[in-house]
């Protein structure tokens, strides 16, 4: 069954660069399309963006001035690096596998808590 | 950039039929998924590809999508089903665009 784990600092100063990684485990990277959503409090959720597995990436156009999404095959992870935050950018992160294209996220990770603030 | 509006809320009677609609342009001519999200939880997709449920997901969640509305359809409604749910809309042009979420309130 496969499972994903976000990990990262939980606090970003103002103009710094918040930086995740997504561990999948029971299962490869192979084959996939792989995705970063987040949540700020109390709002609903937004995709940053995803990439295939071997590394063709697509960005949400208000976000993609600051994001780069990557891919570690031989670690079986995916990041995520938004630039310049502001406390706009604090929110719950989660990760997700695409199940396909146009089948949705079929595999969240359980989400963290990223703030953004001096 | 492409937009999907929800209506804020759903109350609906444990037993009866639940229906949460998601509007966009032209939105039958995309896929639409739908995810349940409880407090505190991850979302879980619920629909996907407009009515095919995911495995373990019982047959009272069903979708539809036609013109500029999805419909996401909670029959015989139960207490656990109460959560928010957001549509999502899939198109080559609009990737991984979330509509504004809906809650649904089981009285």
């Known amino acids: 069954q496969v499972q994903l784990q976000e990990s990262g600092p939980g606090l970003v100063k103002p103009s710094e660069t918040l930086s995740l990684t997504c561990t999948v485990s029971g299962g490869s990277i192979n084959n996939y399309y792989w995705s970063w959503i987040r949540q700020p409090p109390g709002k609903g959720l937004e995709c940053i963006g995803y990439i295939y597995y071997s590394g063709s990436t697509n960005y949400n156009p208000s976000l993609k001035s600051r994001v780069t999404i990557s891919v570690d095959m031989s670690k079986n992870q995916f990041s995520l690096k938004v630039t310049s935050v502001t406390a706009a950018d604090t929110a719950v992160y989660y990760c997700a596998r695409v199940k396909g294209v146009a089948e949705g996220m079929d595999v969240w990770g359980q989400g963290t808590t990223v703030t953004v603030s001096s | 950039s492409y937009d999907l509006t929800q209506s804020p809320s759903v109350s609906v009677s444990p037993g009866q039929t639940a229906s949460i609609t998601c509007s966009g342009d032209k939105l039958g001519d995309k896929y639409t998924s739908w995810y349940q999200q409880k407090p505190g939880q991850s979302p879980v997709l619920v629909i996907y590809?407009?009515?095919k449920r995911p495995s373990g997901i019982p047959e009272r969640f069903s979708g539809s999508n036609s013109g500029n509305t999805a419909t996401l359809t909670i029959s015989g409604t139960q207490a656990m089903d109460e959560a928010d749910y957001y549509c999502q809309a899939w198109d080559s042009s609009t990737p991984f665009v979330f509509g504004t979420g809906t809650k649904v309130t089981v009285l």
């Open positions: 590809q407009d009515n």
